[in-house]
């Protein structure tokens, strides 16, 4: 029921958000059977005027008019319990409360102090470079974007923000492809539904692994490569031959060379990463870094994948 104290206050509940326009979207609380109104206030770093809403709440929630000044928002939480007060009248109310954004910034500036490594920048690239094998435009947009999957998550703050608590997360986040792992940092509710993803983003923490690291994972890739029979099989309802490696697609109806190449692609990509590394280490070596044992890593791996080159390049496929 609309609470009224000689016509000038009216109860009002967060409804959504409309990124688009820019708008906070409110219900007002009303009389049973009365029409549901609707008042949007400016979400973002403005003056945060209140304005009655035209073809609310899903429709293009125009901007309408100003809320009179003479008008006190009793700001509630879901469940129409008093949280604050507001109104358009500055000299009662001096100062507006904080948007979503704000209150998420504010409380991230307070974190942020302790992670000197967080970026925007640079992630894309770094993820890329994980990958052993080469990549499409398309193939490089979906290792990028699409295959991880949240492994943990960490609350590193709480806060509230019109009596619903927020939190500051750690996202652990695991590539499916490669054994790539890396940080998001995000706000978000702490009750989230099911569906329901964070608020808002901060950033990456990613860290290039320590060569030897490096060395190792493509030490057991080229032992991969080497080992892995390419599969072919007849797919009798296209009646096509499908041949897969390492439990990927490559192909319909190849030919030997084909199928060789396959194999041979995936060592040359290897034989790449090996040299980045490679290089590497011998800027190390000039450094005079601790470097102990690589030599012999290098010089296996450098056998491995020089080896098999040749075999599959003078192999005669039956």
């Known amino acids: 029921m609309e609470e009224k104290r000689d016509n000038k206050e009216i109860r009002v509940r967060l409804h959504h958000i409309d990124r688009g326009n820019c708008t906070e979207v409110w219900e007002v609380q009303t009389e049973k059977g009365k029409p549901r109104r609707y008042l949007g206030r ?11 809403l035209c073809d609310a709440p899903y429709g293009y929630c125009e901007r309408d008019c100003h809320v009179r000044e003479d008008l006190t928002l009793i700001v509630c939480d879901k469940d129409w319990n ?3 007060r ?17 209150a998420c910034n504010e409380a991230w500036s307070k974190v942020v102090k302790v992670l000197p490594h967080v970026t925007h920048k640079g992630f894309g ?12 435009q398309t193939e490089e947009l979906n290792w990028r974007d699409s295959y991880y999957e949240e492994e943990a998550s ?25 054994d790539a792992q890396w940080y998001e940092y995000y706000a978000g509710k702490t009750n989230r539904q099911e ?23 493509l030490g057991r890739r080229c032992d991969d490569i080497i ?13 096509r031959t499908v041949s897969c490696f390492m439990d990927e697609f490559i192909g319909y109806d190849l030919s030997h060379e084909q199928v060789r190449d396959a194999k041979e692609c995936r060592l040359r990509k290897a034989r790449e990463d090996y040299d980045e590394a490679n290089a590497y280490y011998y800027k190390l070596k000039e450094n005079e870094e601790s470097i102990r044992g690589i030599e012999l890593m290098l010089h296996c791996i450098r056998w491995k994948s020089h080896a098999t080159l040749t075999l599959l390049a003078t192999q005669d496929l039956p």
């Open 86 to 102: 507001d109104g358009t009248d500055r000299e009662r109310f001096p100062e507006s409360f904080p948007s979503l954004d704000e």
């Open 154 to 178: 960490e609350i590193l703050s709480r806060f509230t923000w019109i009596g619903e608590e927020y939190a500051i997360f750690k996202v652990t986040q695991r590539h499916t492809k490669c």
């Open 42 to 52: 400016d979400d973002g770093y403005g003056p945060k005027e209140w304005y009655t």
């Open 227 to 239: 080992r892995t029979a390419v599969e072919t099989r007849t797919d009798h309802y296209y009646g």
């Open 125 to 136: 690239q770094w993820i890329t470079k994980q990958s052993f094998l080469p990549l499409s």
């Open 82 to 84: 008093e949280v604050l």
């Open 195 to 217: 569906h329901e993803w964070y608020t808002r983003f901060f950033g990456y923490e990613y860290h290039d692994r320590h060569i030897s690291d490096v060395l190792r994972t």
